[in-house]
């Protein structure tokens, strides 16, 4: 759990805090919407799921060799980093 707490003597800014946080959040929900998205194109191209693909395709396995490859396993790693990324947000607790 991450445990936030802001000191200050404006009381307006702490909900200008809370606000930016919640708007980064719905961001980064919807960039891994979308990483979601482009991952599942792929897996219907191949028909492999990610997984699969991790660990037994090559670049030369693919129609669309060194391109599809690329984009395919930036994509997943893009979602682990976003994943991470929306858990620690969530994990905000506000100290009042």
């Known amino acids: 759990m991450v445990r936030l707490q802001i000191i ?7 909900p200008v805090i809370q606000d ?5 959040r719905k961001r980064t929900e919807i960039g891994f919407r979308k990483t979601e998205q482009e991952i599942r194109k792929f ?9 699969e693909f991790i660990n037994s395709i090559t670049a030369e396995d693919l129609s669309g ?12 790693k893009l979602r682990e980093s976003l ?14």
Not at 20 to 24: D, G, N, P, T, Y
Not at 43 to 51: T, V
Not at 65 to 76: L, Q
Request: overall charge negative; glycine content about 6%; proline content about 0%.
């Open 8 to 14: 200050s003597d404006r009381n307006n800014i702490i």
């Open 20 to 24: 930016a946080i919640e708007a980064k």
């Open 43 to 51: 897996e219907l191209k191949y028909n492999i799921h990610s997984g």
């Open 65 to 76: 060799g060194d391109e599809d490859y690329i984009s395919w396993m930036g994509e997943i």
């Open 83 to 96: 994943l991470e990324e929306l858990q620690a947000l969530h994990e905000i607790k506000y100290i009042k």
